[in-house]
């Protein structure tokens, strides 16, 4: 173990030689040395050069004179990694955990003998652990300077050769200020107590670390949180989730972005859960995204894995589940390489249903062996053991096991701790009459990021008709009579059989589960989705006798369809309530309506009967045995709007079923569960969603964001650089001084913002259109001199195309500018964090399309039934939408950028302060009403102050509370609130 030093040759592991490129001018303790976990790593002295790169990099841990050594790490890579490509990047990432794994343990063990460690990620360039960096150091040139391996310039990279593997090395780097003797007794004797899988880890794989954590006392309750400090507004929010939990109401709650809410609420309500396990249910966790369902799991680890540290495995397990669709879920080969979901659906059932299984012994029918394997299982044995499952753990361990792992899942909701899965499975009565009927009362459900709450509900209980799907319905019904001709002649007594169920009584049929048989067909493949209607209003009674009979239910409904496609022939739009077309439906063909509000129910239950499998072909039939059913049951919040067109303005003549009112699909989720709670980091304005949503919240709050710099800089820009004003209002939006000044904004921030920038607009057309007069003006062309371009298209496949490409040349350093549209799909859920989104234009205020007839109809029904404003409507529905662009930029409190606000609009007080907090915090006076040469060299100088170093004393740890300081503050917050409660009596 004696050090190394001005040697070009090193004795290895094994005897081999390590031959570097050139020789050392510094002292090597360890020459590069295989691990048991496949690293080869080195131990260093930092020579004074890199040591004073080092000081900034970790600032508040090293000073110009503190002994540092430098543990560098290769991995010899599958593939080479000079070249791009997805096999390229699978195999970095691979190679990344890996390193993450390993560096956390060593730093980790470093720092229990009382000593300092971070390691750098080698994709940002940033500390792992120290949370006040902003200064990137670089992999390559820190192994080329301590190994003097010799480098490979490729355009605006660099990339190391390694003498043996070539450029298949991927290298990374760990400092200390341990001594060489503490640093080698770690890495060479197995002191890390973890084994490296180069291929995948499985769920219950956590190194065995001795983290220093949090136990914090919340009014009386212990929590414990996974994490050694914690933010202030992550404590207020777990005292105000905490409040709504004891009064077993509602809340709302908003809390900034990138400051660990999901972390804080979920540490909170299992500690919560496992301090009251005879009062408190299973936590719902709704989500909008597949994405955003793993981050949640991923946190439920942490925190578990920090539960059994402190208290045991015994006395801290649950089972946490995430279901999904079959599309996400399944592992059958032939099924998986289908891309459509309904295609997906429909195949399973082709191989699942229980006539296909009872006729594949004779008829030789192709069936599951997952879930023939899942079936065959003996009904003592556990489906799942206890244990944090995200989607990949399950389809791993349902591979491993031979079972089907959407079915297994649906099997565990019964007795899961912890639920995970997408809004529909709450919100959608078809889906959640299926999926979520048996949740206990004292459930507690969470709805991730709420801002678009109202229209998910909304979009729920729609239905849109067109003249093509009502022709393909009439086709429908055709191939069902032939069907029930045919059953007739060779299996009569099957339709007697429905018939004597039908008369017993709806709920008897099947159709509807009730209540205590929703276990018992938990995993039912036979069963179909539920009736469109929300539980309360599902009727009791049997269906009427004009239906019951197949051939008098087809005939039924043949009556209503052509009615349909007689009344969608439109030359203008109309618009009337559920009760004047019902009426006017029955004085045209003297139809009884009554039927109508079983006609989903009565036609699921036909298609079980005549054991159809392919639903995917009868979707259209069922799309309006939908509508049937919802425009007979509801008489309130709902209108039909007929219009000529459709969205694109081609004559294809719609008929709507707009619902209006988006607390109709909440209702029955408030009125049965004990605590639902709403947040997000764009709530703003949170008074406004009682009213929409028509609940009572007992805790309402909207947090601010504790900050040690100022790690946003909003922007009010309301003219060019010519003075003129700049707007997307509809009579200036086509004006060219507003084209040109919105051009010129573009092109001096993209020669000005490093890296990654992304710019929003108000709507697809308008985009298009501004692009096409940039590209004429010759404004594209100066872009590109400094960055790409890419563009958002509707075509998904395409944007996540334009997106790898956009995360590649900011990765290389080329920059690029992503032109995207507010309420699109990147809007909603991509994350420009770090150096892929340094600054963020809002080209516009995002208002909806005001000639909307659904949106006129909705904003007159707001107005006299909840009495809100359509100006106030349209303004918070825009300015969340705003919020929710300016958000993609922040991911954190160590990150940092610039929101540009280019409306002249945004100046005005009563726009502006329905931002959220944590971006109005940041909105000076001297940011408001600024032209574009001010704006950007306002940014020039913003960029120019993040980009130096953090002092010490303001920074990330100035903000971050210990045990101690979180007493402290919860005592100062409770003295603040009983004086403004005394002032308040007084």
């Known amino acids: 173990n004696k050090p190394l030093r001005n040697t070009s040759m090193a004795q290895g592991q094994e005897g081999q030689v390590i031959r570097t490129s050139r020789p050392l001018r510094h002292v090597m303790f360890l020459p590069p040395t295989m691990t048991k976990e496949g690293l080869e790593v080195s131990v260093h002295e930092c020579p004074r050069a890199l040591l004073r790169e080092l000081v900034h990099v970790f600032p508040n841990n090293l000073k110009k004179d503190s002994p540092v050594l430098g543990v560098i790490t290769c991995q010899r890579a599958c593939v080479d990694l000079a070249q791009f490509g997805e096999e390229a990047d699978k195999e970095k990432d691979r190679l990344l955990e890996n390193f993450a794994v390993w560096a956390q343990a060593v730093s980790h063990a470093i720092l229990a003998a009382g000593f300092w460690a971070d390691f750098i990620d080698p994709c940002s360039g940033l500390p792992m652990l120290a949370l006040n960096s902003s200064k990137v150091y670089s992999e390559v040139d820190g192994v080329e300077v301590l190994l003097r391996y010799r480098c490979l310039s490729a355009g605006m990279c660099k990339i190391l050769l390694h003498p043996e593997w070539g450029a298949a090395v991927y290298p990374a780097s760990l400092f200390t200020t341990a001594p060489y003797d503490v640093v080698y007794a770690i890495i060479s004797k197995g002191q890390l107590g973890i084994v490296i899988n180069a291929n995948t880890f499985h769920h219950s794989f956590m190194p065995q670390i001795n983290y220093v954590k949090m136990r914090l006392e919340i009014e009386g309750m212990e929590v414990l949180f996974p994490y050694p400090r914690v933010y202030a507004e992550q404590v207020t929010y777990m005292r105000e989730l905490k409040r709504a939990l004891d009064a077993k109401g509602h809340a709302m709650l908003e809390m900034p972005t990138g400051t660990g809410k999901t972390v804080a609420l979920l540490s909170l309500v299992l500690s919560y859960k496992f301090a009251h396990p005879q009062t408190t249910g299973k936590l719902i966790y709704c989500t909008r995204t597949v ?58 059932r082709q191989m699942t249903a229980s006539w296909v299984r009872s006729q594949a012994a004779t008829r030789k029918l192709e069936t599951c062996s997952f879930y023939e394997q899942y079936e065959s299982r003996s009904m003592d044995q556990r489906v799942l053991d206890t244990g944090v499952y995200t989607l990949d753990d399950l389809k791993a361990l349902g591979t491993e096991k031979g079972w089907c792992p959407y079915f297994m899942t649906r099997h565990a909701l019964a007795f899961a701790d912890v639920i995970v899965y997408n809004y529909q499975y709450m919100l959608d009565p078809k889906v959640s009459g299926m999926v979520s009927r048996s949740l206990e009362k004292d459930c507690i459900v969470v709805f991730d990021e709420a801002h678009n709450i109202d229209n998910v509900c909304i979009e729920a209980l729609s239905v849109t008709l067109n003249k093509r799907g009502l022709d393909r319905a009439s086709r429908n019904l055709t191939t069902i009579s032939t069907t029930v001709s045919r059953m007739k002649q060779a299996d009569k007594a099957r339709l007697d059989t429905e018939y004597r169920r039908l008369v017993e009584g709806l709920r008897s049929s099947g159709t509807v589960m009730g209540q205590n048989a929703q276990e018992e067909n938990a995993t039912s493949t036979d069963g179909t989705l539920a009736a469109p209607v929300l539980p309360n209003d599902i009727l009791e009674e049997a269906i009427p006798g004009s239906i019951r009979r197949a051939e008098h239910f087809i005939a039924f409904m043949r009556r209503v369809i052509e009615y349909l496609r007689t009344r969608i022939g439109v030359r203008n739009v109309e618009s009337e309530t559920p009760a004047a077309f019902l009426h006017a439906m029955q004085t045209a063909i003297a139809v009884d309506t009554k039927p109508m509000k079983f006609c989903y129910s009565r036609l699921q239950s036909l298609l079980r009967t005549l054991e159809i499998t392919n639903l995917e072909e009868f979707n259209a039939l069922n799309q309006v045995a939908d509508f049937a059913t919802l425009v007979a049951t509801y008489a309130d919040g709902f209108m039909l709007i007929l219009e000529p067109t459709d969205e694109f303005n081609a004559p294809q003549p719609i008929l709507q079923l707009a619902c209006l009112d988006a607390s109709l699909a909440m209702r029955p989720v408030f009125e049965r569960f004990s605590t639902v709670v709403l947040t997000s980091g764009t709530l703003s304005p949170i008074d406004l969603y009682p009213r929409l949503l028509n609940f009572s919240p007992v805790v309402r709050e909207s947090l601010p964001m504790s900050v040690y710099r100022s790690c946003i800089c909003p922007l009010v820009i309301t003219r060019g650089s010519d003075q003129m004003p700049v707007s997307t209002k509809f009579d200036l939006r086509d004006d060219m001084s507003v084209v040109r000044n919105y051009g010129g904004l573009l092109l001096e921030m993209a020669a000005c913002v490093p890296d990654g920038m992304v710019c929003f607009f108000p709507s697809y057309m308008y985009m298009e259109n501004i692009i096409a007069q940039w590209d004429t003006l010759g404004v594209l062309k100066k872009v590109l001199a400094h960055k790409l371009i890419f563009i958002e298209t509707k075509d998904i496949v395409e944007t996540t195309l334009a997106l790898d490409n956009f995360k590649r040349a900011c990765d290389i350093g080329r920059g690029a500018v992503f032109l995207s549209v507010a309420r699109g799909k990147v809007a909603e859920g991509i994350d420009f964090d770090r150096h892929y989104g340094r600054a963020v234009l809002l080209f516009g205020i995002p208002f909806q399309y005001t000639l909307s007839n659904v949106l006129r109809a909705r904003l007159e ?75 950007v060299f306002m940014s020039k100088k913003y960029l120019s102050l993040m980009a130096q170093p953090v002092e010490e004393g303001t920074n990330m740890n100035s903000i971050l509370l210990d045990e101690p300081a979180v007493a402290k503050y919860l005592g100062k917050a409770n003295d603040e609130e009983s004086a403004a409660k005394k002032q308040r009596v007084a």
């Open 291 to 348: 994405p955003e369902m793993s981050k949640c799991v991923e946190e439920i680890k942490h925190v578990m894995a920090y539960r059994a540290e402190v208290l045991g495995e015994a006395s801290s397990g649950i089972t946490a589940v995430c279901l999904s669709s079959r599309r996400n879920m399944c592992v059958h080969p032939r099924v998986m390489a289908n891309a459509d979901g309904e295609a997906v659906d429909a195949q399973c």
């Open 861 to 935: 029904y707001l107005r006299y039934t909840h009495h809100i404003r359509e100006g106030d409507f349209l303004t918070f529905d825009a300015l969340r939408q705003a919020a929710q662009c300016a958000g993609r930029v922040i991911r954190s409190k160590a990150d940092y950028g610039i929101i540009v606000f280019a409306d002249s609009r945004y100046n005005r007080h009563d726009k502006r302060s329905k931002l959220p907090p944590w971006i109005n915090q940041f909105l000076l006076e001297s940011h408001l009403n600024l032209s574009v040469d001010m704006a």
